[in-house]
């Protein structure tokens, strides 16, 4: 596959996904030319390849104009070092620290060399990714010295929030500098949810991954297992029947509405309209009701399995379900047409937490948040997996990149995932749902990708000789959002955050891995 | 004189005992506005008990002047309590202190409550405390203004004259007065920490005002303080209705109007209250920067109330 003015040999791994290894010194050119043709850093992760008889390994997944490029190069087991990408890609660099807590692999010269997950929770010398962890040891309770980046002047104050909050939300530390209400700066700090997700993979069969996969960050059930799926099929070679891939992009567009409707009214709440928030909230949990009389949960649970998935969908589901996507569509309508004309709503919304096209094409913001700032990417249009590519996904973009924008994208994709919905209801195949998987071979190794309702969802999985999970990298969008989150709020005033981050409502689980 | 005494004993305890009522009142009506099930009227109560039954937590670098703010606050709002005439006009204590002195007492319970907020050094009280000054250094002249209005009608700054006035002699239209209440109405609502100004059922602590200020305090403390606001939304409604709707509320010595007073009271309260649900649940909260823009308002408003007096009606 060519990228720029060089062939790179990549080859194909699945439908939009290429493969392929080189030097660790290559990985610079590489980034380089995806660059120059428009293309973003999606994720970055290392391995623990000694008892393959290697090294360490350091992976990168690189959207390209031909699809997802997922390179790889192999780094000496003593003192491994890659080339830092954060200069030419700038969300690599919590990819990049959290790489090294985990598995000791520096990325040379980089510029920030802070700890990300470790927050003291085990020796600094020792990485618990590697295989020859030794989980016996005592858990240390040192402290990091986590220097934040400060800002001087006169009448400049720090304020700290977090990492626990007055709700009960998610644990991570916001540090503002502020002038009288106005921030300066914003510097995140999390980690706080770090609970050796990936360790936990190593040695899982394969069905039991799936469950794991899909646990990564509970509101992307579906898109994680799916991906996971995906990625295990493709290292099998196993075909999934046609059935239930379709079934598992129903599930997706599920899911997909539910959170849409959930933040809405979340945005609604953090103005102060409880009604907003009480009436897409009603919708939300309607939605979940019928989904677990369905499928048995209300957030599809373990509903997608490898090879195929575990619930059917009966003749009279399929009408309930149509029934209550025209319910949803014209309810959102006539909240949105109350949201459109509240005049102190879209002051609130309206020029709130700007992040520009050209800021968000350098620091690779991506998904939901993303095509709000004019970064038009959408797997399900662009590159299209199975049975997308029979669907013809239209995408949703704004150029403000405000939270009026994300809150414009959440509603255009509610309805374009309705209309889904019953496009996928009305052709859906008939036919087995799941066919079991080819036994493996040899190590083998496979990609999923998905576009979940945040962004796309990454799981690289290599499975051993004995069949048994070697190595899995579940990517959040979270990763290359939360630090747009930053940029974001620059210039707003302090009672506005909460709105700024529910309007990309990012995960924190996802990241912390 | 001594049945004096003991209408104006009855009427602040029934103020004291009766705020939280009010309280539960307006959630209640929110709450089948935004098209919930609502929690009972007596939930305030509830809360008032659970808390005074925990064990206070207090941060260890905490001045006196933290334990000792709590009281003083409800002290005050008791007090502004006591002076507002609710059915009966012209009680013992109303010449204690005339409406200026009125919007003195509110403003010393902020100022406890400001200082306590700052007295434990964390980022929320300061930030809760700033913004606390930042409404009512605004809310204040307007609130002047709207009492100035009614003074110049009833020739008088004592409340009980102004109610006399407006009550019990004969009946007529001063137009200023409608400006006047609108006004009343806005910084009632910023100085009681109500959308749109504040939210006061907001977790988001970067977003609070009032709340932010409390976010220390625990068990009978804020007990306390949960009374003491549900005391001033109870005085700031009693006001509103000695100003501008004082019809009903008992002339002096009349006894027998007492149980007819009461009555129009609580018919007013329920109305007031559900009306302060009903346009908050309309209104979405303005960005902090545009509370000036409202408590401003409200201020000319006031003036041109003012203003129309003389033009109109001397």
New interface residues.
Partial sequence: MKIGEHDWHLEPLGKHIWRGRMEAGQLLALSREVKEEGGQLIALWGSDDRHLAGGFGIHAALLTSSGLAWVSSALAANAPAYPDLAHIFPQADRMQRATFDLLGITASDAVDDRKWLRHGAWPANVFPLRKDFDASLPATHDTDAYPFIRVEGDGVH????GPI???TIEPGHFRFSVIG?RVLRLEQRQGYTHKGTEKRFEGMDLATGAKLAGRVSGDTHSAYAWAYCMAVETATASAVPERAVWLRALFLEIERIANHLGDLGYL?N??????G???FW?LKENWLRLTAKLFGHRYLFDCIVPGGVAMDLSDSGRAKLALEANRIETEVRSLKAIYDE?A??Q??FANTGVCKPDLAARLGLTGLAGRASAQAWDARAQFPQAPYDQLDVSMSTQRRGDVLARAEVRFTEINESLRLIRDLLARLPAGDIHTPLKPVQDVCEGLGWVEGWRGEVLVAVRIGADGRLDRVHPHDPSWQNWPLLEVGQLGN??????LINKSFNLSYSGPDL | MSTGILLQLAQTLLAILLAPLLMGWVNQCRAWLQGRSAPPITQPYRTLKKLFHKDAVIAHNASPLFRFAPYMIFACMALAAGIVPTIANDLPFSPAADVIALVGIFALARVFLALAAMDIGTAFGSLGARREMLVSFLAEPALLMVFFTASFIAQSTELPVIVATLAHREFAIYPSITFAAVAFWMISVAENARIPVDNPGTHLELTMIHEAMILEYSARHLALIEWAVALKLFTYSALGIALFVPWGIAAQGDLAALPLALLAMVAKLLLGGAALAFLETISAKLRLFRAPEFLGTAFLLAVLGMLIHFLLEV
């Fill in positions: 720090e304020i700290a929030v909050h007055a709700g209400e609604g953090d103005v102060a309209l409880s009604f928030f009480m009436q009603r509240h102190t709503l002051d609130r005033i302090v009672p506005d955050f909460p």
